[in-house]
């Protein structure tokens, strides 16, 4: 059974910062690439980032390039998104999500992780 | 950037309804638009990928179709447990953009 399962967030000031991972089982997660999704309170889905499945390639939202990084370990099935200068809008919660090698569709999600930026 | 516009933001229906959801792309994206189901404190799950394909384990009353900018996502007999927001997401390139969704609610 594919199953990603997040952790990691919780509250941080503005400014601040926050490393989220993503424990991935169920499937060949070196055969993978790999995004993080948000969704703030009352707002609708937002790509954030990806990454390749040897970390050759990682793209970013414009919203969260220069303050975001994404990273992977293969040895350890996971998936982290270091998260620095952080914003009140960067509250959301984050979902990892597992894209297919065919048509790029994300196919398996995580339950998601909270991050609430608030002074 | 590749520009994703669900023309609906909410859509009212009744249990056992015909429903279509439409989104169009700002450029051509072939093939690569998926659709996504989001209920409240649940993860999305993915329909259709593929713009037409049904995702293993999702009921056939869900359907999709479309090319180029142009797609629509079908639900032939509204169900009580499909009244939920749906998203359409391009996948040909990055930042794999999502429609703004479009919340389906009981009429």
């Known amino acids: 059974e594919v199953q990603l399962v997040e952790s990691g967030g919780g509250l941080v000031q503005p400014g601040g910062s926050l490393r989220l991972s993503c424990a991935v089982s169920?499937?060949?997660?070196?055969?993978?690439?790999m995004n993080w999704v948000r969704q703030a309170p009352g707002k609708g889905l937002e790509w954030v980032s990806y990454i390749g499945s040897s970390s050759s390639s990682t793209y970013y939202a414009d919203s969260v390039k220069g303050r975001f990084t994404i990273s992977r370990d293969n040895a350890k099935n996971s998936l982290y998104l270091q998260m620095n200068s952080l914003r009140d809008e960067d509250t959301s919660v984050y979902y990892c999500?597992?894209?297919?090698?065919?048509?790029?569709?994300?196919?398996?999600w995580g339950q998601g992780t909270l991050v609430t930026v608030s002074s | 950037d590749i520009q994703m516009t669900q023309s609906l933001s909410s859509l009212s229906a009744y249990v056992g309804d015909r429903v279509t959801i439409t989104c169009r792309a700002s450029q051509t994206i072939s093939s690569y638009l998926n659709w996504y189901q989001k209920k409240p404190g649940k993860a999305p799950k993915l329909l259709i990928y593929a713009a037409s394909s049904l995702q293993g384990g999702v009921p056939s009353r869900f359907s999709g179709s479309g090319s180029g900018t142009d797609f629509t996502l079908t639900i032939s007999s509204l169900q009580p447990e499909d009244f939920a927001t749906y998203y359409c997401?391009?996948?040909?390139?990055?930042?794999?953009?999502f429609g703004q969704g479009t919340k389906l609610e009981i009429k």
């Open positions: 999500a597992r894209r297919n090698s065919g048509w790029h569709e994300l196919d398996y």
């Open positions: 169920g499937f060949t997660f070196s055969n993978f690439g």
């Open positions: 997401q391009q996948s040909y390139s990055t930042p794999y953009t």
